[in-house]
């Protein structure tokens, strides 16, 4: 059995939980959010906790038991705090902005980039308009949204040009002239 599965998520007092028909509902000051369990894990709500549990013959489900708790303390803490994302966007004329329900991205195309904004994440650039802030309540939601605007322009190692998360440390390589300088020169040494 997995460790985290078995620790109970604690339910502060601002945030109401139910379990209905195998599916968790959570309530907090920042929104709604349910997930369905799947077969064989289930779920009690007791004395201010939420306690998960593989039900007895369910063969199979130890595996999923801890994501499954850890997807639940995911949701809590989603209603309650929310959950962010800042992307860097680096580039010599590369900058974004936020139009109603889109983002709209300059990155070096020929035309811009336009991603659409799903319900319940909430976008904003800096004022240089090259630090993106993704924020939302699903941490899921948040994460592979902030991967798929990743995914337009990763950031490539010779420049660094792209969009990155921030602090991520890209890798850089040294290029052509410096790898030819530190060639040449080592070959002129090496002749008597």
Known sequence: MSRIGRKPVTVPEKVKVRVENSA???EGP????????????LAAVKDGKINLSVAGGAIGKAALYGTIRARVNNMVNG???????VLEINGVGFKGAVTGAQLSMQLGFSHPVLVDIPQGIKM??????????????DKDLVGNLAAQIKRVKPPEPYKGTGIKYQGEHIIRKAGKTAAGATAGAGGGAAKK
Do not use: E
């Open 124 to 137: 904003t650039f800096d004022p240089k308009a090259t630090v993106l802030t993704i924020s939302g309540i």
């Open 24 to 26: 968790v509902f959570v």
């Open 30 to 41: 920042l929104g709604k959010l349910s997930y369905a369990l799947p077969d064989g894990i």
């Open 79 to 85: 209603v309650t705090n929310g959950f962010n994302k």
